[in-house]
Antibody, heavy 121, light 106 residues
Framework: EVQLVESGGDLVPPGGSLRLSCVIS????????INWVRQAPGKGLEWVSY????????YHADSVEGRFTISRDNAKNSVYLQLNSLRVEDTARYYC??????????????WGQGTLVTVSS | DIQMTQSPSSLSASVGDRVTITCRAS??????LNWYQQKQGEAPKVLIY???TLPRGVPSRFSGSGSGTDFTLTISRLQPEDFATYSC?????????FGQGTKLEI
């Protein structure tokens, strides 16, 4: 089964930058579409970004559009999320999740364990 | 964007109880509705997709129903390991929005 492991979370000041990584193992990453989902402390899940299996299609939530960029390097089995111009409200645990397609339906799974981003001065 | 609203936000129940959580979409999403379970300190895990289909390995005490805008997740006989937070998600169109979650407590 495919496994995902995130890294790169840290404490950064407002306006700072980070790059999160999601390493996929157990299968050929080029088969998988990947999403980033975040969860602020005590809050619900918020979808952040999506990238297609070949990397030619990306989507971002309005709340991060223009500040966050998703990318991938299939040769390194990795997907990245570049976080720029960070705000206090970006504080959250960031999960990467693969997309499972069954007929016309999709769902997220499996997920990594998440990496914590804290934006504070 | 499609908004997803769950109710209740929290729910107290006991082992053996039958519980129902509802999810409403701001527009019709047919049966493009997923349910996730998240235990404290863990990543979410899919429970149901396509509104009523259980992935392999999910216990049959979980069931889902609904189409259009109104959906329900039912747990027929609560087990101790079911106390967690449950979230719905629409998969009709990007952004794949989630409900705010329902915390199921003892």
């Amino acid at each position: 089964e495919v496994q995902l492991v995130e890294s790169g979370g840290d404490l950064v000041p407002p306006g700072g930058s980070l790059r999160l990584s999601c390493v996929i193992s157990g299968s050929n990453i080029s088969n998988y579409e990947i999403n980033w989902v975040r969860q602020a402390p005590g809050k619900g899940l918020e979808w952040v970004s999506y990238i297609s299996s070949r990397g030619n299609v990306q989507y971002h939530a309005d709340s991060v559009e223009g500040r966050f960029t998703i990318s991938r390097d299939n040769a390194k089995n990795s997907v990245y999320l570049q976080l720029n111009s960070l705000r206090v409200e970006d504080t959250a645990r960031y999960y990467c999740a693969s997309v499972v397609v069954v007929a016309a339906y999709t769902y997220f799974g499996p997920w990594g364990q998440g990496t914590l981003v804290t934006v504070s001065s | 964007d499609i908004q997803m609203t769950q109710s209740p936000s929290s729910l107290s129940a006991s082992v053996g109880d039958r519980v129902t959580i509802t999810c409403r979409a701001s527009q019709s999403i047919s049966t493009y509705l997923n349910w996730y379970q998240q235990k404290q300190g863990e990543a979410p895990k899919v429970l149901i997709y396509a509104a009523s289909t259980l992935p392999r390995g999910v216990p049959s005490r979980f069931s889902g129903s609904g189409s259009g805008t109104d959906f329900t997740l039912t747990i027929s006989r609560l087990q101790p390991e079911d106390f967690a937070t449950y979230s719905c998600q629409q998969s009709l169109a990007s952004p794949y929005t989630f409900g705010q979650g329902t915390k199921l407590e003892i």
